[in-house]
T-cell receptor, first 111, second 113 residues
């Protein structure tokens, strides 16, 4: 059972466009993380959001945690080719020991 | 600083063969993890170890065993490989406390024929 569903699964956009990736679940998580993964490498943590309604910004990336702590979104402004990669969300269990990953969104930014 | 090191990087097995995937971290983390990644399914947790001497099942433990050899090393064993175990396997270690950051290795690409 996949606890976290991401949409869209694939996204191909032109450089300079904006985009939003969604991560949805019926479960409540103590925190939610976003990772980016490049081909042939492991995922790398981008951000952790902990509080319902929390918004964090990382340069052109904006992350939001839903009020009920069941969903999250990642918005990229003025996408660049360097943003290309697989974006994964992951919810943390109450104990903090387990992470439940989403299905992933593969982003391609065309120059 | 090497971080998390996985060996081997690639492996091809025949159905029924056994093998052990090795993972070592040099960040003095207590918690370590094994995941598998399949297309369209993100990462799924196989086993984890919250501290040296303890291991627990994750979402998809069937067909696998693990050993937390010491604080640095956490190995994953396939006793009798099956084609359904063809996947990319990632090991990770995690910081303690509020930061809760997982650091991943580069992965082992396993094909079972």
């Amino acid at each position: 059972t996949q606890l976290l569903e991401q949409s869209p699964q694939f996204l191909s956009i032109q450089e300079g466009e904006n985009l939003t990736v969604y991560c949805n679940s019926s479960s409540v998580f103590s925190s939610l993380q976003w990772y980016r993964q490049e081909p042939g490498e492991g995922p790398v943590l981008l951000v952790t959001v902990v509080t319902g309604g929390e918004v964090k910004k990382l340069k052109r990336l904006t992350f939001q945690f839903g009020d009920a702590r069941k969903d999250s979104s990642l918005h990229i402004t003025a996408a660049q080719p360097g943003d290309t990669g697989l974006y994964l969300c992951a919810g943390t269990s109450n104990t903090g020991n387990q992470f439940y990953f989403g299905t992933g969104t593969s982003l391609t930014v065309i120059p | 600083n090497a971080g998390v090191t996985q060996t081997p990087k690639f492996q091809v097995l025949k159905t029924g063969q056994s093998m052990t995937l090795q993972c070592a971290q040099d960040m003095n983390h207590n918690s370590m993890y094994w995941y598998r990644q399949d297309p369209g399914m993100g990462l799924r947790l196989i086993y984890y170890s919250a501290s040296e001497g303890t291991t627990d099942k994750g979402e998809v433990p069937n067909g696998y065993n693990v050993s937390r050899l010491n604080k640095r090393e956490f190995s994953l064993r396939l006793e009798s490989a099956a084609p359904s175990q063809t996947s990319v396997y990632f090991c990770a270690s995690r910081t303690s406390g509020a930061k809760n950051i997982q650091y991943f290795g580069a992965g082992t690409r396993l094909s079972v024929l």
